[in-house]
């Protein structure tokens, strides 16, 4: 996901012109042992990133709530040995699309309002995305989503590229994941701000 967040950044660079956000990417080391490090998600960077942008108390608190994350990380497809472990209705599977990850116990952040985001962004391209909502009766991991919008108050969304063997040496996924993903964050870096205005209620 570091990979598909850097290139999907550098990609979505042709329209700057027509761009009123600040565009970021931002990778995080130790996101495996708790993220509570200097440079990990659990520390004051995107705070600062955003307050040295603004530059002012006032427009920091605006541009907090104007903000929006993708936390990206990888997601659990099913195993053919353990598909039981899944609901029959959130099986990600390989060559199928980025997860949009949920949890009801907040291990992931993804909400009503930012996951409508992702899935309109989506639909709107043509890109496959697929959901997962993780079961009640099975222990979840967590990401570093939860960690920076708890930290930030930043709107934030849970994504991943579907793989087997999550943590072993032998990881995998799908090439065409690979580039789904890339083309999800490219058109979401190009066309949230003008879907996030189309939202807008005065």
Known sequence: MSFVGLQSFVNSLT???NESNVRAVA???HEEVGSDSTHGAGSPIMNELVKRLTNSP????IAIRK????SADMAHAVHPNYSSKHDSNHKPALHKGVVLKNNANQRYATNLETGFFLRQIAQKNNIPIQEFVVRNDVLCGSTIGPIIASH???????IGIP???MHSIRETCGTSDVTHGINLL?????????LDHATKTD
Request: net charge negative.
């Open 186 to 194: 490219v058109a979401f870096y190009q066309q949230f701000t003008a």
């Open 163 to 165: 793989q087997l063997s």
């Open 27 to 29: 990778l995080f080391d």
């Open 67 to 70: 903000s929006f994350l993708c």
């Open 152 to 158: 930030t108050g930043i709107r934030t969304v849970d």
């Open 15 to 17: 329209d700057l012109a």
């Open 58 to 61: 006032e427009l920091f608190e």
